[in-house]
């Protein structure tokens, strides 16, 4: 075991094969040495943590939609919603670049 732990789980890591892995993620985890790699390396646990944010503004803004009958406001809460999931599409397509690493 080593003293680094996991970027995206935060799990100790383990030398395997002369590679640093994460046995929980079960993936090889590249050592961090610039600013720049800080931020490859924790993409996929910001892009989680956004997709998170929004499915719980997407179920918040629903709950609102569901209780309107304003156009104004439904016609609001609509383009919300729909930025929202494209937000969603695109950080899951982002995130995918990284989880297929
Ligand atoms: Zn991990």
Redesign the pocket.
């Known amino acids: 075991m080593l003293s680094e732990v ?1 970027p ?4 100790p890591l383990f030398e395997i094969g002369g590679e640093m892995r ?1 046995l ?2 079960d ?1 090889p ?1 590249v050592r961090v040495r610039e600013e720049s790699e800080v931020y490859v390396a924790s993409t996929p646990l910001v892009l989680t943590q956004l997709e998170n944010a929004i499915v719980a503004k997407l179920d918040a803004l629903t709950a609102l939609l569901q209780q309107t009958t304003e156009p104004e406001e439904i016609k609001q809460l609509s383009e919300t919603l729909s930025s929202l999931v494209k937000l969603f599409h695109e950080s899951r397509k982002l995130g995918e670049t990284f989880r297929k690493q």
């Open positions: 996991c995206v789980c935060s799990s994460c929980r993620c993936k985890v």
